[in-house]
């Protein structure tokens, strides 16, 4: 079940996506983690963050919409307080999701982990849609996506990953600045910005109006994304994310063209679903008689030329 991403070798391509799994203790508690492919830790910032005012999720057909606002218990609090229960992990790799106001705050925060021994990747969260600063802004412009994936790249030797948003009109230009600028692997999709409305007393769901859709809802337009970053960019190792409940979802990520994938939504339906997903991945793999999951990377069965079908693709 072994692969390769970038320079790292994962165990199992299982990893969890950020935001949806703390910082991999809470769910120690209910299962051995240390099955897991890798795990991703919430975005850390530099400073603490309270979050967003609630209601901050809310349920929708076959998925959710958050607005968290990237709480987290901030940079020193993580090294001293999560970091600890991380570096004891003996199977899982551990990438630590970033999320910064300016390209400043991400470069100090990539040099602090830099000094982390037992960190493996830093994953940049360049999508998150719920801030009024940083996020989402660097990963919907391919100038400013390169400058900042650069800018880190330059203080990093740790496996470098960049998530991509879904929220653009080509992520293919996006992901193509974020790979020559230095990033070893990117994942996609982060959240679909969105609204739930209450047609009954005329409000939005979500304090916040906007929030990020996740889940099922979102699957086909993740595949479809990878996909098309997959034709134009093969070379570079792709994180499925988006709506990956189980196993055979995961090969759907994996024959559009991801090399690992990240389960993220699930996790609140089921905390066990990571573990699942890597048990019926090794079931399907065994019957088909195949000996690695990188047999199935990019093996959509695809007409040679799609005519007449709007790719979306540059270049
Ligand atoms: C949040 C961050 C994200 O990157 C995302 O996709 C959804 C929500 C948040 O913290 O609000």
């Not at 493996?120 to 412009?141: A, H, M, T, W, Y």
């Amino acid at each position: 079940m072994e692969i390769k991403l970038g320079k790292l070798h994962l165990q199992n391509p299982v990893m969890v996506a950020s935001g949806t799994f703390g910082y991999g203790e809470e769910y120690h508690r209910l299962f051995d983690v240390n099955r897991l492919g890798a795990i991703v830790t919430k975005s850390i910032s530099l400073k603490p963050r309270p979050g967003n005012p609630a209601p901050r999720i809310y349920e929708t057909a076959s998925g959710m919409i958050n607005s968290i606002g990237l709480q987290n218990v901030g940079l020193e609090a993580f090294l001293k307080k999560k970091m600890p229960f991380l570096r004891k992990l003996k199977g899982p790799k551990v990438i630590v999701n970033l999320a910064g106001e300016s390209v400043a705050e991400y470069v100090t925060l990539a040099r602090r982990l830099e000094e982390c021994e037992r960190v493996d990747g830093l994953e940049l969260n360049i999508s998150c849609p719920n801030c009024e600063r940083g996020g989402i802004q660097f990963g919907v412009d391919p100038k400013l996506t390169a400058d900042l994936v650069g800018r880190v790249r330059r203080v990093t030797r740790r496996t470098l990953i960049a998530k991509l948003s879904p929220n653009v009109t080509d992520i293919t230009v996006i992901a193509r600045a974020a790979a020559e600028a230095g990033a070893d692997a990117l994942s996609l999709i982060n959240t679909l910005l969105a609204i739930a409305v209450d047609a009954k007393r005329w409000l939005p769901r979500i304090a916040t109006v906007t929030g990020g859709l996740s889940g099922p809802a979102i699957k086909p337009v993740a595949l479809r994304m990878v996909w098309q970053v997959h034709r134009v960019l093969p070379k570079i190792p792709l994180i499925g994310i988006g709506g990956i409940m189980t196993a055979e979802d995961a090969v759907e990520f994996m024959l559009c063209g991801a090399t690992a994938v990240e389960v993220g939504t699930a996790n609140y339906v089921n905390p066990k679903a990571p573990l699942e997903i890597i048990e019926g991945l090794k079931a399907i793999l065994s019957t088909r008689g195949l000996t690695s999951p990188r047999s199935l990377v990019g093996k959509l069965k695809t007409p040679q030329k799609l005519k007449g079908v709007p790719q979306m693709v540059s270049g």
